[in-house]
């Protein structure tokens, strides 16, 4: 740059001359290095701002996904459910075992697969054989009934004298309703209506 | 046949990173006593102009490649230093003008340099006392050497707006220095 190429001639040059040396100052020597040391920092933090963040926590991410969208369905499995039962734990029910080796060929093994659902394993949950099933009946109606057959056996009560199920018979025969028939009045148009 | 393109792509992209960062060197070495010069004429505090430079050459770097017109990179690179010079007088107004009172306490030598010593704090006083579209303009008129076409290109004004400027503000300069 040359100096004053082209100075105004109106210019003060004295005024001029003075602001020129106190602007006339040297950076260090230095300043130049300094410069570029920051802007090689600048750089290398600029390398780990947030899109490259975010991109390299995407890239770890990425096993993670993965590894669940690619994991294995539960297969229904082919064991027998005495092995599935031995082998849970302790069983609620006595174990049946379904899978027999019998020698009978009219009768073939059953093979029962474990269902996958808690709903479908619990209808094909095996029923237990070891107690009789609890038949409810009210309270009144069992001893009614087993004086019924107290007597029966004592011979006190006729079988035969028991009167069959009135509600079945109720129900075989129906009722004749007697209805009265209806009689409908002809209609009579006195003077000073309107039909 | 892919490898060969990409190689070439990679290559390219590398060679125009290389000429950008040659070019910025360039300018750097070029434009770096003026960057200074500008952030010391608002801060008049070596260390704190050194600093100011420096960020506006950091954010001159990220944005080069964004900067359509090199040729405008002085007059782009004074304008943001001089920008963020103020940001920084008006941040430490306060302590600058601790360093100038202590600097200003420094006991004087010889006769000489008291007067010398005292013109200059006078001159610099009427200066800060300018408004700022008068003290940028004659700041950058009063260092290398720059005439009237030249700041008017530095602060991308009409040569006949920098020319009344540096008027008034010479005329508020010998005002104040009376």
Known sequence: MTPHPSREPSADTALDDELERALAVEPSPEFVARIRTGIAQEAMSSRWSLPRLVAVAGLALVPVVALVLLRPAPRPSTQPIDAVASSSGPAVAPPVRLVEPTPEPAQPAVVRERPSTPRARAAAAPRSTAAPPEVLIAADEAEALQRLLAGIRDGRVDPASIPPDPFAVAAAEPVQLAIAPITVAPLVIEEGEHP | ?178
């Open chain 2, 1 to 178: 046949m892919m490898h060969e393109y990409t190689d070439r792509l990679v290559g390219g992209l590398v060679s125009v990173d290389d000429e950008l960062e040659r070019e910025f060197e360039a300018r750097l070495v070029e434009s770096s006593t003026l960057a200074f010069r500008v952030a010391y004429g608002v801060l008049r505090h070596r260390q704190d102009a050194e600093d100011v430079a420096q960020e506006a050459f950091v954010r001159a770097h990220r944005s080069f490649r964004q900067l359509r017109n090199r040729d405008r990179f002085r007059a782009w690179l004074v304008r943001m230093t001089w920008r963020l010079a103020i940001d920084r007088q008006r941040a430490t107004r306060r302590r600058a003008a601790r360093e100038q009172t202590s600097w200003s306490t420094t006991p004087p030598t010889t006769p000489d340099v008291v007067e010398s010593r005292a013109r200059s704090d006078q001159l610099w006083r009427a200066i800060d006392a300018l408004p700022e579209k008068l003290r940028v303009v004659v700041v950058l008129a009063a260092m290398e050497g720059h005439d009237i076409g030249e700041v008017s290109q530095l602060l991308k004004l009409p040569a006949g707006t920098v020319k009344s400027r540096l008027f008034l503000a010479r005329q508020q300069l010998k005002k104040l220095l009376q």
